[in-house]
């Protein structure tokens, strides 16, 4: 048996000439459902600290190869170890925002973050004062800027 031919008439669409549905006058926007605040919020904070998590990668990098290159401080110098240290740290803070479950990795980040600030500050301060210019302090009081922007971030992403 052949297949029938259907011929079909133009009848009238779903949507009007204005784009909406037939039945409503468009007022109902209202009624319709909206994201709650609070995940709004979260949002933000989490693209907050991805901001925050690049920034830490670029600082403890750009540090790093300013105290080995420039500055011919050597790879395993306290300073070189302190911004390895801040990638790594970088690192648990990307595997921790990836999923909402790892909460454990944004603690270790916070932790790890915090502390290579301190010792950062540190070391710029020895560095400075054992050299007796600002030049040298330099890289390690970037990344630890950038360690304690991001490791505080976390701290009060954890909070909420």
């Known amino acids: 048996m052949a297949p029938s031919?259907?011929?079909t008439t133009n009848t009238t669409s779903s949507k009007s000439a204005a784009g909406r549905p037939e039945g409503t006058d468009g007022s109902d926007y209202?009624?319709?459902m909206t994201v709650e605040s609070k995940y709004k919020r979260a949002a933000a904070a989490r693209e907050l600290l991805q901001r925050m998590l690049l920034?830490?990668?670029l600082a403890a990098f750009v540090g790093w190869l300013l105290?080995?290159?420039v500055l011919s401080g050597?790879?395993?110098s306290a300073c070189s170890v302190a911004n390895i240290v801040s990638l790594l740290s970088a690192i648990a803070g990307f595997a921790g925002r990836a999923r909402a479950g790892r909460r454990g990795m944004l603690r270790v980040h916070a932790?790890?973050?915090l502390s290579t600030a301190a010792v950062g500050v540190g070391l710029g301060?020895?560095?400075g004062w054992k050299d007796g210019s600002l030049v040298a302090a330099l890289p390690c009081l970037m990344s630890a800027l950038a360690n304690a922007a991001a490791g505080s971030t976390t701290v009060v992403l954890l909070s909420s």
């Open 30 to 32: 209202k009624y319709r």
């Open 55 to 57: 920034m830490q990668v």
């Open 125 to 127: 301060v020895l560095s």
């Open 5 to 7: 031919r259907r011929t």
């Open 111 to 113: 932790y790890a973050s």
């Open 74 to 76: 050597g790879v395993t």
């Open 67 to 69: 105290h080995v290159v």
